[in-house]
């Protein structure tokens, strides 16, 4: 199994670049998360694991650490530029040693993202494949590359920053470049001349396992494999967090505590050690409603989007009233109050913070 460690650069106190209201470790973070979920979805044969799943700070010296002890096998660090105002277009960084399989990852993941980019705008410049000392690409004990997307303080670079459009195709080939390189194997890539074949992938009758490699076999502390990842994925599909490690098909203490949270929720027994029982209760979980957006991560006062909107629109669909601003995608005082009402009425912990318990509540 090959391992894929994706480093979105910057976080929390640490914004990064900054221009035209946007900050580079929001960005970042975004082109990150839909890399990772876009291999998930499309690839077999790796293991994604990321330095951060969410707004906090984590140093160079950690997410190297990090790389390293796990193992991987390539190191994606990503970033977006600023200098002046007046500078744009996209770059790549390998180190200064130039070392083999970085400059092969680089030959591919350059001009893939580049010609991209070009889809949406063929003005927007090649800065060139460089090589740096960067701390990400010193200390790493594997492939590693650094890629710049664009300067968030130019004006057009900035608009195409802003469109999800323009951020979803280029964590797309940030993932499409990376699975060339590894050689990685397309999901249901198999035979496909089934014309002859019975299998029920478009069946309309009987029931799809959400499971395709755990069978409920216990899973205890540094096993990993497979039905880990699975097992990782069914909890985070449900809106339980893995904001350190991510999904990375390695059972750990995040993992258990996330088990352990379900387990509680579900009301079966609580050990944090998955099992058949486990097993069975995610099977068997079922949710109402879906959010597009919002993925489960706490939602603070003045923090506004699509997700927000999400939730907003959730709440009034559930009867509880916005009636002074309506669903403006904004959390303020009144929405806060609905927050507040709904998780009195869930019977959870009630402070009117949108987060991963009010979302699993709201799901079902």
């Given at each position: 199994?090959?391992?894929?460690?994706?480093?979105?650069?910057?976080?929390?106190?640490?914004?990064?670049?900054?221009?035209?209201?946007?900050?580079?470790?929001?960005i970042?973070?975004?082109?990150?998360?839909?890399?990772?979920?876009?291999?998930?979805?499309?690839?077999?044969?790796?293991?994604?694991?990321?330095s951060?799943?969410?707004?906090?700070?984590?140093?160079?010296?950690a997410?190297t650490?990090?790389?390293?002890?796990?193992?991987?096998?390539v190191?994606?660090?990503?970033h977006?530029?600023?200098?002046?105002?007046?500078?744009?277009?996209?770059?790549?960084?390998i180190?200064t040693s130039?070392?083999?399989g970085?400059?092969d990852l680089?030959?591919?993941?350059?001009?893939?993202?580049?010609?991209?980019?070009?889809?949406?705008?063929?003005?927007i410049?090649?800065?060139?494949?460089?090589?740096?000392?960067?701390?990400?690409?010193?200390?790493?004990?594997?492939?590693?590359?650094?890629t710049?997307n664009?300067?968030?303080?130019?004006?057009?670079?900035?608009?195409?920053?802003?469109?999800?459009?323009?951020?979803?195709a280029?964590?797309?080939?940030?993932?499409?470049?990376v699975?060339?390189?590894?050689?990685?194997?397309p999901?249901?890539?198999g035979?496909?001349?089934?014309?002859?074949?019975?299998?029920d992938?478009?069946d309309?009758?009987?029931?799809?396992?959400?499971?395709?490699?755990?069978?409920?076999?216990v899973?205890?502390n540094?096993?990993?494999?497979?039905?880990?990842?699975?097992?990782?994925?069914?909890?985070?599909?449900?809106g339980?967090t893995?904001?350190?490690?991510?999904?990375?098909?390695?059972?750990?203490?995040?993992?258990?505590?996330?088990?352990?949270?379900?387990?509680?929720?579900?009301?079966?027994?609580?050990?944090?050690?998955?099992?058949?029982?486990?097993h069975?209760?995610?099977?068997?979980?079922?949710?109402?409603?879906?959010f597009?957006?919002?993925?489960?991560?706490?939602?603070?006062?003045g923090?506004?989007?699509?997700?927000?909107?999400?939730?907003?629109?959730?709440?009034?669909?559930?009867?509880?009233?916005?009636?002074?601003?309506?669903i403006?995608?904004?959390?303020?005082?009144?929405?806060?109050?609905?927050?507040?009402?709904?998780?009195?009425?869930?019977?959870?912990?009630?402070?009117?913070?949108?987060?991963?318990?009010?979302?699993?509540?709201?799901?079902?």
């Amino acid at each position: 199994m090959q391992r894929i460690y994706i480093d979105p650069g910057h976080g929390g106190s640490d914004t990064g670049a900054t221009g035209n209201g946007l900050y580079e470790k929001d960005i970042v973070l975004d082109i990150g998360y839909q890399m990772s979920v876009y291999l998930r979805d499309n690839y077999e044969g790796m293991y994604r694991r990321m330095s951060r799943t969410d707004d906090t700070f984590v140093s160079l010296q950690a997410r190297t650490d990090d790389a390293n002890n796990w193992g991987a096998d390539v190191f994606i660090s990503i970033h977006a530029n600023a200098l002046d105002g007046s500078a744009r277009g996209f770059e790549t960084y390998i180190h200064t040693s130039n070392p083999d399989g970085a400059s092969d990852l680089q030959s591919v993941m350059h001009p893939q993202i580049l010609d991209e980019m070009h889809a949406f705008d063929s003005g927007i410049p090649d800065r060139g494949a460089q090589t740096a000392n960067f701390h990400v690409l010193r200390e790493t004990q594997m492939t590693a590359i650094l890629t710049e997307n664009l300067f968030i303080d130019h004006a057009d670079d900035a608009a195409l920053l802003q469109d999800p459009d323009f951020i979803t195709a280029v964590a797309i080939a940030h993932a499409e470049s990376v699975a060339e390189y590894l050689n990685l194997t397309p999901i249901g890539n198999g035979d496909d001349n089934d014309e002859d074949d019975d299998s029920d992938d478009n069946d309309d009758g009987g029931e799809s396992s959400t499971f395709q490699h755990w069978d409920g076999s216990v899973i205890r502390n540094g096993d990993q494999g497979n039905p880990v990842e699975e097992l990782q994925q069914r909890l985070v599909d449900l809106g339980y967090t893995l904001p350190r490690f991510g999904i990375d098909g390695m059972f750990g203490s995040e993992t258990a505590s996330a088990v352990r949270a379900f387990q509680q929720e579900a009301g079966i027994g609580v050990d944090g050690i998955p099992g058949p029982e486990t097993h069975e209760a995610l099977e068997n979980y079922t949710t109402t409603f879906a959010f597009q957006h919002w993925d489960g991560s706490i939602i603070r006062n003045g923090d506004q989007g699509q997700h927000m909107e999400e939730l907003q629109q959730r709440l009034v669909d559930l009867g509880y009233s916005l009636s002074q601003f309506g669903i403006d995608g904004i959390l303020g005082s009144e929405t806060a109050d609905a927050v507040r009402a709904f998780q009195q009425d869930a019977s959870i912990g009630v402070d009117g913070i949108p987060g991963p318990e009010t979302y699993r509540a709201l799901r079902r």
